[in-house]
């Protein structure tokens, strides 16, 4: 198969954890048979310096013309300590979540055994928990209206869902539960907003189409709770948009780096694969930023564009291997072990496969 890829680094760490997941996906390509083409493109911090827009048009055409976007992270310090900035780095993630119509962030949370001792919680807790957050990525408060009044003194974000927004990937979540261990936990505020009680009507009116799923309901706060309490309990969790940013942060941690964390966006257009750790810029050129998350994401790449499932198996095998035999960067090595540096991780995961 032909693979057409946009590679979209980005900022921080971005371009160092992608060059990383390419050479994995290289990896795959010559071991199945298949090839990958790749067009880069810029969002973000690095497209406002060339561009001075975040998601510049060139960009948006090169990600729809493409099969896949295996994408880094965006944002820099230099904006984030000026609420004056007219143009934002996240602005360009927002806008080609919104133009490509990625209204589905899919973030699994795993554990691996030889890891469990890096996570702040007790081990007991976390061994064995394996679940899915599916966070609803173009809607509420993100991209409701906002703005300022009264000279600037009192600021709003609205907060608003459409049916067909909510409908749409509460269909994905009960399907998606239907190929897993059948249990949804949709998240909500329900006791309070009227957002959240369309979210829990509607899902209550689906219920019935998926029976052989079991769902229940669960109000933000308590959820925000039971996740360190008993991760097990999980199987797949959907939420809105910004329910969503929140918890599946709190999530990453319980496996026990950040840098292990993938995501898939998907919708109406070209699918994007993203690691959830951002662009950690305190890293960045150092060559000491954990690439696995990137790796991962293009393990997911393989399996949601393209339906390669062995390719993908390939990838999460070697990465796995990898970790087992203490090939990590230094989030996750060993005390008096030590550490790998990002590339030395990757070109270990891509000969493994
Ligand atoms: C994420 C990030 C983004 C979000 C930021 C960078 C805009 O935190 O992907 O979770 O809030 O969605
Ligand atoms: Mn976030």
Not at 10 to 34: M, Q, S, Y
Not at 87 to 96: K, M, S
Not at 155 to 176: G, Q, S
Not at 190 to 203: D, F, G, H, P
Request: hydrophobic share 40%; aromatic share 10%.
């Amino acid at each position: 198969m032909k693979l057409r890829i946009a590679k979209v680094p980005g900022d921080g760490i971005g371009p160092e954890v992608v060059r990383e997941a390419v050479k994995a996906v290289n990896a795959v390509c010559a071991k199945f048979g298949h090839s990958a083409e790749y067009t880069l493109a810029y969002v973000g911090a690095c497209a406002i310096d060339r561009y001075g827009d975040a998601y510049p048009e060139e960009s948006h055409r090169i990600c729809m013309d493409s099969d896949a976007v295996l994408f880094g992270a965006v944002g820099d310090p230099k904006y984030d300590n000026d609420p004056a900035s007219k143009v934002r780095p996240e602005q360009g993630l927002l806008a080609i979540r919104k133009r490509l119509g990625l209204y589905a962030n899919i973030r699994p949370v795993e554990t691996f055994e030889s890891l469990l001792y890096k996570s702040p919680l007790k081990e007991e807790l976390v061994r064995g928990a394996d679940f899915v957050c599916i966070r609803e990525l173009t809607g509420g408060m993100y991209f409701g209206e906002k703005g300022r009044r009264d000279n600037g003194d009192t600021a709003f974000d609205t907060n608003v869902y459409h049916r067909y927004e909510i409908e749409r990937i509460l269909k994905l979540a009960f399907e998606y539960s239907g190929r897993r261990r059948h249990h949804l936990t949709v998240v909500d505020k329900a006791n309070v907003l009227e957002t959240s009680r369309l979210w829990r009507q509607a899902a209550q009116e689906m219920e019935a189409s998926y029976p052989d799923v079991k769902t229940d309901y669960m109000y933000v706060d308590n959820a925000s709770m039971q996740l360190i309490r008993c991760p097990k309990f999980f199987d797949v969790i959907v939420t809105e948009n910004t329910f969503g940013d929140i918890l599946t942060d709190e999530a990453s941690c319980i496996s026990g780096s950040m840098g292990l964390l993938a995501s898939a966006s998907i919708g109406e257009h070209t699918s994007l694969f993203e690691p959830i750790h951002g662009s950690y810029p305190q890293a960045a050129g150092k060559n000491i930023a954990n690439p696995l998350a990137a790796i991962l994401s293009a393990a997911m790449m393989f399996e949601y564009s393209f339906g390669l499932m062995k390719e993908g198996e390939a990838i999460r095998k070697a990465v796995s291997a990898s970790i087992e035999a203490g090939v990590v960067t230094e989030d996750l090595a060993r005390e008096g072990e030590r550490a790998y540096s990002t590339s030395e991780v990757g070109d270990w995961v891509a000969k493994h496969i």
